[in-house]
């Protein structure tokens, strides 16, 4: 069993930036998939970007202005997020997979965090 907990969500202007943060439980971290996803009322829950045990894959519409990067150390994953939009906010949850398949898709995840939420003022 993985449990998930973000934070480092909040309100910021457009152009600004945060940082969240995903901690997970558990001693097998290193070898857990993390990703982030972002869902907006009435829309459906997005990907925005993954990593592996090396690498990193994003979106499209966050490619350049989001990073995302893991500290096996601390059991967290980061997803600094720059040159924020208004078309951000969202609520943004992290994940936990085991698998390196399907790696854009929520129903790879089996673990998944609360959410924060994000909220980007024009």
């Known amino acids: 069993q993985v449990q998930l907990v973000e934070s480092g969500g909040g309100l910021v202007q457009a152009g600004g930036s945060l940082r969240l943060s995903c901690v997970a439980s558990g001693r097998t971290f290193s070898n857990l998939r993390i990703g982030w996803f972002r869902q907006s009322p009435g829309k459906e829950r997005e990907f925005v970007a993954t990593?592996?045990?090396?690498?990193?894959f994003y979106a499209e519409s966050v490619k350049g202005r989001f990073a995302i990067s893991r500290d096996n150390d601390k059991n967290t994953v980061y997803l600094q997020m720059n040159s924020l939009q208004p078309k951000d906010t969202a609520v943004y949850y992290c994940?936990?997979?085991?698998?390196?398949?399907?790696?854009?898709?929520?129903?790879?995840?089996?673990?998944w965090g609360q959410g924060t939420q994000v909220t980007v003022s024009s």
């Open positions: 994940a936990a997979s085991r698998s390196s398949y399907d790696v854009t898709q929520a129903k790879t995840y089996t673990y």
């Open positions: 990593i592996s045990s090396t690498s990193g």
